[in-house]
């Protein structure tokens, strides 16, 4: 089963950027479908972006245009850039996984993103 690890989290000023990376592990990176969501406190988890493997992207209307999707097989890492940030991006982020064959759901353990001034 895979694992992953999410990083790049941090406190960052409206308007500014941050990239999140999510490092996997203990299986074939290329056979999963990997997302980005975030949960704010007292609201539901929200998915954010989804890359597939063939690198096809999706993203919510919420971050679309701002925010951007990629994987690196070669490094077992999915990113997810974000930019123009908002204090309504402020969340808990998390990587999410899902085998294409057996559709086994695997979390990371989320990383902290304030948007403050």
């Keep these: 089963q895979v694992q ?17 990376s999510c490092a996997s592990s203990g299986s074939i990176f290329g056979m999963y479908v990997m997302s980005w969501y975030r949960q704010a406190p007292g609201k539901q988890r929200e998915l954010l972006a ?17 925010f951007a999707i990629n994987r690196d097989n070669a490094k077992s890492t999915v990113y997810l850039q974000m930019n ?6 402020t ?20 990383t902290q993103v304030t948007v403050s001034s």
């Design 4 to 20: 992953l690890v999410e990083s790049g989290g941090g406190l960052v000023q409206p308007g500014g950027s941050l990239r999140l």
């Design 50 to 66: 989804e890359v597939d493997i063939g690198d096809r992207t999706k993203y919510a209307d919420s971050v679309k245009g701002r």
């Design 84 to 89: 123009s940030l908002k204090p309504d991006d």
């Design 91 to 110: 969340a808990v982020y998390y990587c999410h996984a899902v085998h294409l064959l057996t559709r086994q759901t695997t979390w990371g353990q989320g």
